[in-house]
């Protein structure tokens, strides 16, 4: 193994990221040494340095961690009992993996495993060490850049597995961050009639339209619900996705959407905010309302789907992981799509 130790950022708490040097430990069996080569920043470690406190769902990090679980990686090392990678190969990485011997997922709940295997070490750090079970062998001559993009936009596609989308239909996005990007780029591929999207982003709006979207709203002076109604002889938006994970953005697609159609939620709000719905509502105009919880059996199919999208716009900064702070800062101030470390200088 060419290194014993490798730079790290650590998040001891909300606002506080520091550049450390960690031991990396020899492989156990099945088990590799990966040398990152592209990693993102989530929403999800955005929450994390705002101090979010979550439920259940997502594990408690009491000690001080490294996050990172969006990456492409070339393997340094093998554990003795891999014998299908070597050093030298590209991968992608699926941070969470099931049991499939449990309840949940006896029932093809994978995502909501009682026993998932979650990355012990996060990605924004040279080097990381990885189970088998997590890594996906690239293609020869994959975009390691883009590919790192396989996670969100598998939890993207699995959004989409759970609801239908027409050939023609209108598809109402709320957010052009990151998830709702690739939420139009995957709502085009599928034969979406039209896409609109609600961005208050300059840089984002801009995105959206370049990607595609046929019409672009600002919510701060735009009506979403006079646009989607205009467009579609007053009916309204057949599929309203809520990807900004806030209050705003839901009751958009709840405006926005048609009678008898389908709001998807793909984004990660504020587990401390609540939203009131009227039961009357579910009633009279028949509105299906339809979570969806990272990735069940979509990661492999993301990676297939990235050549056929124009997701690379969608990387706006990239940054060195000396300058971890000012790249999260970056992205939480929302100047552009998504935030990665490359550390392949």
């Known amino acids: 193994m060419q290194s014993k130790q490798t730079r790290a950022a650590v998040l001891y708490g909300p606002g506080d990221l520091r550049i450390e040097s960690r031991d990396v430990r020899e492989p156990?069996?099945?088990?590799?040494?990966?040398?990152?080569?592209?990693?993102?920043?989530?929403?999800?470690?955005?929450?994390?340095w705002d101090g979010w406190q979550f439920d259940s769902w997502f594990p408690e990090r009491s000690d001080p961690w490294i996050p990172g679980h969006?990456?492409?990686?070339?393997?340094?090392a093998v554990g003795p009992a891999v014998h299908d990678l070597k050093p030298g190969d590209a991968v992608a990485v699926e941070p969470n993996n099931s049991c499939e011997d449990c309840p949940e997922c006896d029932r093809g709940m994978l995502n909501f495993c009682s026993n998932r295997m979650p990355m012990a070490w996060g990605a924004w750090s040279d080097v990381v060490i990885a189970s088998r079970h997590h890594l996906t062998p690239l293609q020869s001559g994959a975009d390691m850049r883009?590919?790192?993009?396989?996670?969100?936009?598998?939890?993207?596609?699995?959004?989409?597995?759970?609801?239908?989308?027409?050939p023609g239909d209108t598809?109402?996005?709320?957010?052009?961050?990151?998830?709702?990007?690739?939420?139009?780029?995957?709502?085009?591929?599928?034969?979406?009639?039209?896409?609109?999207?609600?961005?208050?982003?300059?840089?984002?709006r801009e995105l959206a339209a370049k990607l595609g979207?046929?019409?672009?709203?600002?919510?701060?002076?735009?009506?979403?619900?006079?646009?989607?109604?205009?467009?579609?002889?007053?009916?309204g938006a057949d599929l309203a996705i809520e990807a900004a994970g806030a209050g705003p953005a839901f009751q958009a697609c709840l405006?926005?959407?048609r009678d008898s159609g389908t709001v998807l939620v793909i984004s990660v709000g504020n587990p401390s905010e609540k939203f009131e719905l009227r039961l009357y509502d579910f009633f009279a105009r028949e509105r299906t309302i339809v979570g969806s919880n990272t990735r069940v059996h979509s990661f492999e199919r993301a990676l297939d789907l990235i050549p056929e999208l124009n997701?690379?716009?969608?990387?706006?900064?990239?940054?060195?992981?000396?300058?971890?702070?000012?790249?999260?800062?970056?992205?939480?101030?929302?100047?552009g799509a998504k935030v990665v470390f490359d550390f392949r200088s």
Do not use: W
């Open 213 to 235: 979207a046929d019409i672009v709203l600002d919510p701060r002076r735009d009506d979403p619900v006079e646009a989607s109604r205009s467009q579609t002889q007053g009916f």
């Open 255 to 257: 405006d926005t959407v």
């Open 171 to 204: 598809v109402f996005i709320a957010g052009a961050g990151p998830i709702g990007l690739l939420a139009l780029q995957v709502a085009k591929h599928q034969g979406a009639g039209q896409t609109i999207v609600s961005e208050p982003g300059a840089t984002r």
């Open 70 to 76: 969006e990456f492409t990686a070339t393997v340094q």
């Open 311 to 335: 997701v690379e716009p969608i990387i706006t900064h990239t940054f060195d992981l000396n300058d971890a702070v000012e790249a999260v800062m970056t992205a939480k101030s929302g100047a």
């Open 146 to 166: 883009t590919a790192s993009l396989a996670e969100p936009l598998a939890c993207v596609v699995r959004g989409f597995d759970r609801v239908t989308v027409n």
């Open 28 to 48: 156990e069996a099945d088990e590799l040494v990966l040398q990152v080569a592209v990693s993102g920043i989530c929403g999800t470690d955005l929450h994390y």
